[in-house]
């Protein structure tokens, strides 16, 4: 609620403000400036909207959430230092919008392929933290999917191949060690020069679950889900039901 009323003083705010101007103004404020995705105020406005229309039409659409911890990243970090740290976290942002644009969910309407997925959006929260989610059109008609599709074959493909996008991002292998004194292995720190990321995800309909009305709560269901693949190691993914 409380990214809500300030979403709503900004825009009082830019009342007055010229168009492009404010335009501008906004992104700023929604932007993360590091990697260009959104940041946590832009996510969870757009994340409160899609919950809006969900809970307004629960039997049309239902919302998968993601969050994504990057492993060792803290390692990394003071290894190689924070310049090559950002460097890292923009690259992984950089996957992550690309992952975003290109992932869909194609169903057939009589003859015609269409896309299955109504939204899809991607932030970073701060540090190696992130999140992404997606709105799906549920329903028995032509070009919808079924909960149980959902759930049980295209949001953890969502997450899995998510998961294969980052440990496919291209890293470095030669960066400069900044702090020898750190006994951190480039191994320890990122899995041979390879990234790897841990992820959380949870599926929402309200007509399958106790309603919920803030995106904070609905984004800490994905919280959990992301503290118990942790539990199984790094690279890991699980759902909360």
């Given amino acids: 609620m409380q990214n809500h009323h300030t979403i709503e003083k900004l825009e009082t705010l830019l009342v007055g403000i010229p168009a492009e101007q404010a335009a501008h103004i906004r992104a700023l404020f929604l932007t993360d400036q590091l990697t260009q995705l959104a940041n946590k105020q832009g996510f969870l406005h757009a994340l409160g909207e899609s919950l809006d229309l969900t809970n307004m039409f629960p039997s049309l659409l239902g919302i998968g ?4 911890d990057g492993d060792s990243f803290g390692a990394y970090n003071k290894l190689y230092g924070e310049v090559q740290g950002d460097t890292l976290i923009e690259t992984v942002g950089r996957t992550i919008h690309d992952f975003q644009r290109d992932t869909d969910v194609v169903t057939h309407f009589g003859e ?3 896309s299955a997925l109504s939204k899809k959006f991607g932030g970073r929260f701060g540090g190696d933290e992130f999140a992404t ?6 329903g028995n008609g032509q070009g919808r999917l079924s909960f149980a599709q959902i759930e049980h074959g295209i949001f953890p493909s969502i997450l899995h191949r998510l998961s294969g996008a980052i440990s496919r991002t291209p890293i470095s292998r030669t960066p400069t060690i900044v702090n020898a004194e750190e006994h951190y292995r480039p191994d320890m720190c990122m899995g041979y020069n390879r990234i790897t990321a841990t992820i959380g995800g949870h599926l929402y309909v309200s007509g399958n679950h106790e309603i919920i009305h803030e995106p904070l709560d609905l984004l800490g269901k994905a919280n959990e889900a992301l503290r118990l693949a942790k539990s199984n190691g790094r690279g890991s993914t699980h759902i909360l039901p």
């Fill in 133 to 138: 989610f997606y709105l799906f059109p549920l």
């Fill in 112 to 114: 015609e392929e269409r």
């Fill in 65 to 68: 959430v993601v969050m994504l």
